[in-house]
């Protein structure tokens, strides 16, 4: 109800000399497209990364090149649309249904949906999920050009799944089993948290970003509480 209420409030400046809805739009788009960050490059990486062994590329750095598509794709589409969004307020461009939805998005604070069906799934509003994206090209920056890191943010790439494949991969190439024999056990470790790690494991990943819901039954009241 509050994002309909949103998505229909006028346009118009507010009392007492206020910027003007295009204004903000104008200012939040350039801010945004100031500091997206530049399309993450083969040619930048670690050489190491891209060595293949038997005329196969290292499942993790097949992992990490499928990551670095996706993730070039949402910031070039995100790029183009605050171009095009500047045009049309400009008048440059005729401001299509999308350009029109998304400057309704960024007015509220909203990622836009031209944004969200090329992105990773995401409750957070525009503010913080602009940061997690950030921090989300920086880790596979530095895993593109330092190489395998100790620990992996599973949460933090667009497939896990494909990361969790690539990981038995791995494994099932180093010591020969067929991977259909393989699966997970796991270990809770005793650091804090990633950068306390100094060594990478031996046989296995090191990952951090898990999340668990809990809930505690009330017998009394009868509910949940999360």
């Known amino acids: ?50 060595k293949s062994v038997n005329n196969l590329l290292p499942s993790l750095t097949t992992v990490l090149l499928q990551e670095m598509e996706k993730f070039n794709r949402l910031l070039r589409t995100m790029r183009a649309s605050l171009k095009e969004l500047d045009q049309a307020i400009h008048g440059i461009i005729v401001m299509s249904s999308t350009l029109d939805s998304m400057f309704t998005s960024l007015q509220n604070g909203q990622v836009p949906a031209n944004w969200g069906k090329v992105a990773y799934p995401s409750l957070k509003p525009l503010a913080t999920w602009f940061e997690d994206m950030i921090k989300r090209v920086e880790f596979l920056d530095n895993w593109l050009v330092n190489g395998n890191p100790t620990s992996y943010w599973i949460s933090g790439l667009y497939f896990p799944q494909g990361f969790l494949t690539g990981v038995l991969q791995t494994h099932a190439r180093q010591y020969r089993v067929a991977i259909d024999l393989l699966a997970f056990s796991f270990s809770i470790m005793d650091e804090e948290g990633p950068e306390e790690l100094e060594e990478k494991p031996e046989n296995g990943v090191v990952v951090y970003g898990c999340f668990m819901d809990g809930a505690r039954y009330n017998r009394e009241t009868k509910c949940i509480d999360e």
Request: charged letters at 30%.
């Open 1 to 50: 109800m509050v994002e309909k209420i949103l998505s229909i409030q006028p346009r118009v400046a507010a009392g007492g000399g206020g910027a003007s809805p295009e204004q903000i739009v104008l200012q939040r788009s350039k801010e945004i497209l100031d500091k997206v960050p530049a399309d993450l490059e083969k040619a930048a990486g670690l050489k190491e990364l891209f």
